[in-house]
């Protein structure tokens, strides 16, 4: 059985830092794609980030790019993500996901597998 584990989250003021992080196990994870996405309350889950097996590609929302960061341990099956410079606005449920696939994709519905979340909320 596969389980995704994220931890990291918490309060921070605006212009702080967190990082989070995402545990996977249950399966063989070295032809997946791994990534971040988030859901603000009455919102759809979003994109942020993504990267390959290798770890040599990542893909970044517009949103976030140049202020979070992505990477990877593939011998841990592990995930972090780097959130730097937050504002309001990044303020929701972190959710790290697994698609079964050798291409990326930045649809929520075609990834697989979820964890249960982190939350992440950005003070003014």
């Known amino acids: 059985q596969v389980h995704l584990v994220e931890s ?7 212009g702080g830092s ?8 249950g399966r063989d ?4 794609y791994m990534g971040w996405f988030r859901q ?3 919102k759809e889950r979003e994109f942020v980030a ?7 590609f990542t893909y970044y929302a ?3 790019k140049g202020r979070f960061i992505i990477s990877g341990d593939r011998a841990k099956n592990a995930i972090d993500l780097q959130l730097n410079s937050l ?3 990044d303020s929701a449920v972190y959710y790290c996901g697994v698609r079964t696939s050798a291409h990326t994709s930045i649809l929520s519905a075609s990834y697989d597998y979820w964890g249960q979340g982190t939350q992440v909320t950005v003070s003014s």
């Open 8 to 14: 990291g989250g918490g309060l921070v003021q605006a």
């Open 18 to 25: 967190l990082r989070l992080s995402c545990a996977a196990s």
């Open 29 to 32: 994870f070295s032809s997946d």
């Open 40 to 42: 603000a309350p009455g």
């Open 50 to 56: 993504t990267i390959s097996t290798s770890g040599a």
């Open 62 to 64: 517009d949103s976030v």
């Open 87 to 89: 504002k309001p606005e």
